[in-house]
């Protein structure tokens, strides 16, 4: 399958502050990028999705994308406990409808 | 309203025994995927369907197959489970490359 990586983490940060989720991806074609958050045992449930380079921001969470360096990135800002989860970058790789995802990272927000 | 149902919740089957999870949706969306996930891994592609295109990935076990009699049904068969094939199974749709997928809530398959 599509390489897709992530640092599994975890990845600790108290309450307040900037969580910095970083995947890198090997699929020089693909086109879209989607961050899923996923709790223990539950499915995962989409975040956001970047297509263009640049920055989107939704809310507490912006996606970073550069193309050229095979990364994108999501900061959430102001991070809460109710964070505290497993985060999955997932690629569309190019001109195809499979969807590949990276193993997660996992992030606890310390009250 | 769940969008993308999954049956049964959980599922316990015996070695070598064939089972079928099954995995419904209301979306009207043309792909839909089947994912194994094992405790603490990446979500892995089994593969998926474009309407009635079906798409296998390169690395899915022969054991793994699948059914797509309609745009609002799919299946997934495990002809012989074995005990590495206990998982949580996920069911996504969505309507085409470039879009959001829905995912049902799983199904937990134990292996006995």
């Keep these: 399958q599509k390489e897709v990586e992530q640092n599994s983490g ?11 989720l970083n995947c890198t991806y090997s699929d020089r074609g693909s086109q879209s990028f989607f961050w899923y958050r996923q709790y223990s045992g539950k499915s995962p449930e989409l975040i956001m999705f970047i297509y263009s380079n640049g920055d989107k921001e939704d809310g507490r969470f912006t996606a970073q994308l550069n193309k050229a360096s095979q990364y994108v990135s999501l900061l959430i800002r102001d991070s809460q406990p109710s964070d505290s989860a497993t985060y999955l970058c997932a690629v569309n790789g190019a001109g195809a409808n499979n969807l590949f995802f990276g193993t997660g990272t996992r992030l606890t927000v310390i009250p | 309203d769940a969008m993308v149902i999954q049956n049964p919740r959980y599922q316990v089957t015996q070695f070598g025994k064939p ?26 592609l089994l593969f998926h369907y474009y309407d009635k295109d079906f798409n296998n990935e390169a690395d899915t076990p022969d054991n793994f197959q699948s059914r797509r009699p309609n745009t609002s049904f799919c299946f997934l068969d495990i002809r012989s489970p074995g005990l590495g094939d206990a998982a949580m199974y996920l069911c996504a749709t969505r309507v085409g490359r470039n879009t959001e997928a829905f995912f049902g809530q799983g199904t937990r398959l134990t292996v006995v």
């Design chain 1, 10 to 20: 975890p990845l600790s940060v108290p309450e307040g502050a900037i969580a910095s």
């Design chain 2, 19 to 44: 089972v079928t999870l099954s995995c419904s949706q209301t979306l009207n969306h043309n792909v839909m995927y089947w994912y194994q996930q094992k405790s603490s891994q990446a979500p892995k």
